[in-house]
T-cell receptor, first 113, second 115 residues
Framework: DAKTTQPNSMESNEEEPVHLPCNHS???????IHWYRQLPSQGPEYVIH???SNVNNRMASLAIAEDRKSSTLILHRATLRDAAVYYC??????????????FGTGTLLAVQP | DAGVIQSPRHEVTEMGQEVTLRCKPI?????LFWYRQTMMRGLELLIY????????DSGMPEDRFSAKMPNASFSTLKIQPSEPRDSAVYFC?????????????FGSGTQLSVL
């Protein structure tokens, strides 16, 4: 399985933008890039995913490098409620028995008031 | 939809006792996953089902763990006998498919403490 590398932790100030990086240099041409986050005492929740183009939704934006070997999750205005562990995960385009969602260690984001 | 529902929210038991964790997936989702989370090992996939059939149980730690899915709306994860090292948060998740674009929906988890 293609691996991802994320910083262990990051800090941000409230109401400022946050850029969470993820390296995936061994990504294949058909892998989707997914982001999940886990708030304290909760299960992981889906944030966003993309394949080649940048993506926006109500929660965040995903910027994908042209060579797809890295991506950045962007929270445009961090709030205290965004403090969580953020996971960057690769999934093959085609489903199947081996296409499991495997979590790494993620980035622990702290948001300061 | 109420989302993925897990019960109990917390379970405290003594070593050697049988523990049963329960999960109700989102209606219409064909895939159900059981994960375990500890500080040391993070989130680990234990087993997953497709249309009530176990597809991959390679993550199940040992024979003391078993999982069933008798119908599309219910799954159990059983530990017998339980041991202190089984203490963890167990999450259930469901999804429509395993396609790369598909997302998983997680329950709130069961915090298991084995004394």
């Amino acid at each position: 399985d293609a691996k991802t590398t994320q910083p262990n932790s990051m800090e941000s100030n409230e109401e400022e933008p946050v850029h969470l990086p993820c390296n995936h240099s061994t990504i294949s041409g058909t892998d989707y890039i997914h982001w999940y986050r886990q708030l304290p005492s909760q299960g992981p929740e889906y944030v966003i995913h993309g394949l080649t183009s940048n993506v926006n939704n109500r929660m965040a934006s995903l910027a994908i490098a042209e060579d797809r070997k890295s991506s950045t999750l962007i929270l445009h205005r961090a709030t205290l409620r965004d403090a969580a562990v953020y996971y960057c995960i690769l999934r093959a385009r085609v489903g199947g028995a081996t296409n499991k969602l495997i979590f790494g260690t993620g980035t622990l984001l702290a948001v300061q008031p | 939809d109420a989302g993925v529902i897990q019960s109990p929210r917390h379970e405290v038991t003594e070593m050697g006792q049988e523990v049963t964790l329960r999960c109700k997936p989102i209606s219409g989702h064909d895939y159900l996953f059981w994960y375990r989370q500890t500080m040391m090992r993070g989130l680990e996939l234990l087993i997953y089902f497709n249309n009530n059939v176990p597809i991959d149980d390679s993550g199940m730690p040992e024979d003391r763990f078993s999982a069933k899915m008798p119908n599309a709306s219910f799954s159990t994860l059983k530990i017998q006998p339980s041991e202190p090292r089984d203490s963890a948060v167990y999450f259930c998740a469901s999804s429509l498919s395993t396609a790369g674009c598909e997302k998983l929906f997680f329950g709130s988890g069961t915090q298991l403490s084995v004394l």
